[in-house]
């Protein structure tokens, strides 16, 4: 784990959490925004459309502007089309840079297990289904997402705090310092007692 200056003094307001398909990605995402009273966002869920439709990369592209606009988030989801967006956006990066074949065989128990179950659709209207692009996309990761990543942490590592987090006890590690840091986000002015904004 690899964080670029000193978190226990800072408490985040925008998080982007990124990382290959199976990397239980979205579950750390929500704990975070749970812990640090921040709306959560789920990229895939608002990327597909009904019947498994794509947005235009120009829509796309415009909509996570406006969302990345927003004063409070915490965003999940890698799409490395708009990651400079969320970048330039973010107090941290967290980075869960889960094994390729872990990440693999998650998927495809997901893909099995999801297939039928209307609660868990990856978005509204596109139910769980045996996806080859997925499991090449992931499979390719490593060599395709993943220098690209490493060079904007390498980039960036001045600019914000960075997670690299690559086993589960590296997870719980971090997770264990988060509500620290929504308690000094309190005192800093938002009221971790308070709703989250929308999102």
Not at 46 to 57: D, E, Q
Not at 164 to 187: H, M, N, S, Y
Request: proline share 10%; charged share 30%.
């Amino acid at each position: 784990m690899y964080h670029a200056r000193r978190p226990e003094l800072e408490a985040p307001r925008r998080v982007i959490v990124i990382g290959s398909p199976g990397a239980q990605k979205g579950a750390l995402a929500r704990i975070i925004a749970e812990r640090l009273k921040l709306p959560c966002i789920e990229l895939e869920r608002l990327y597909w459309r009904p019947g498994w439709k794509k947005p235009k990369p120009e829509d796309w592209r415009a909509q996570v502007t406006e969302l990345a606009s927003r004063e409070d988030w915490v965003m999940e989801g890698t799409f490395p089309s708009t990651l400079d967006i969320r970048v330039a956006r973010a107090d941290w990066l967290v980075y869960v840079d889960a094994p390729m074949p872990v990440c693999l065989m998650r998927k495809i128990k997901e893909m099995i297990n999801g297939r039928g179950d209307p609660k868990l659709e990856v978005a509204p209207g596109c139910p769980q289904r045996l996806n080859g692009r997925v499991l090449r996309f992931i499979w390719q990761f490593p060599t395709s997402i993943g220098p690209r990543i490493n060079t904007i942490i390498a980039q960036e590592r001045r600019n914000r705090t960075i997670f690299i987090l690559r086993t589960k006890r590296e997870q719980d590690d971090f997770l264990a310092k988060v509500p620290t840091l929504g308690d000094i986000g309190g005192e800093s002015g938002r009221d971790p007692a308070g709703p989250p904004q929308g999102g």
